[in-house]
T-cell receptor, first 110, second 112 residues
């Protein structure tokens, strides 16, 4: 099956810092989504981004499908950004059967 | 809209017992799925459905059954609970295969 690798596995920031999270995948995908899991376990969809660039406030994401990677940018980080960020992808042939990476654990300190 | 609703939120089972995790969505989504999340790991797909009456297996289907008699509901049944099924279970839905996926709040299951 498709492999999804996220880096770094852990990231500790001071409030106000910027960060870049990376997601590499091993095959062609037609579905790529970024999620934030907050400390209470809730999963929030951040972006549906199989290709191109999107921005939502302090967060933005870029997917380069031909090179099989996606980046999530967090600017001016806040303590509420803490949690685990997951990248999930689906193959062109597998519909919405998402395969998740193992996540990046982000801690933002005040 | 309530979105995706899962019940119960917490459950403790004894080995060998059976139970059903309920999932309902009010967004008229065709795609629904169940994932499990083990400590320190990403989510793994258990079963999914592309519409009422249609279900298929995901990555880790053993020990679980599903059915989809209506668009709104997608229950997950544990047939004979085992300690290896201790996990957090998430139900999810999306309008179709190429759309944003929405998750329920999770169900914490412990099998003793």
């Amino acid at each position: 099956g498709i492999q999804v690798e996220q880096s770094p596995p852990d990231l500790i920031l001071q409030e106000g810092a910027n960060s870049t999270l990376r997601c590499n995948f091993s095959d062609s995908v037609n579905n790529l989504q970024w999620f934030h899991q907050n400390p209470w376990g809730q999963l929030i969809n951040l972006f549906y981004i199989p290709s191109g660039t999107k921005q939502n406030g302090r967060l933005s994401a870029t997917t380069v499908a031909t090179e099989r990677y996606s980046l999530l940018y967090i600017s001016s980080s806040q303590t509420t950004d803490s949690g685990v960020y997951f990248c999930a992808v689906a193959l062109e042939t597998s519909g919405s059967r998402l395969t998740f990476g193992e996540g990046t654990q982000l801690t933002v300190n005040p | 809209n309530a979105g995706v609703t899962q019940t119960p939120k917490f459950q403790v089972l004894k080995t060998g017992q059976s139970m059903t995790l309920q999932c309902a969505q009010d967004m008229n989504h065709e795609y629904m799925s169940w994932y499990r999340q083990d400590p320190g790991m990403g989510l793994r797909l258990i079963h999914y459905s592309v519409g009422a009456g249609i279900t298929d297996q995901g990555e880790v289907p053993n020990g679980y059954n599903v059915s989809r008699s209506t668009t709104e509901d997608f229950p997950l049944r544990l047939l004979s609970a085992a300690p290896s099924q201790t996990s957090v279970y998430f139900c999810a839905s999306s309008y179709d295969r190429g759309n944003t996926i929405y998750f329920g709040e999770g169900s914490w299951l412990t099998v003793v």
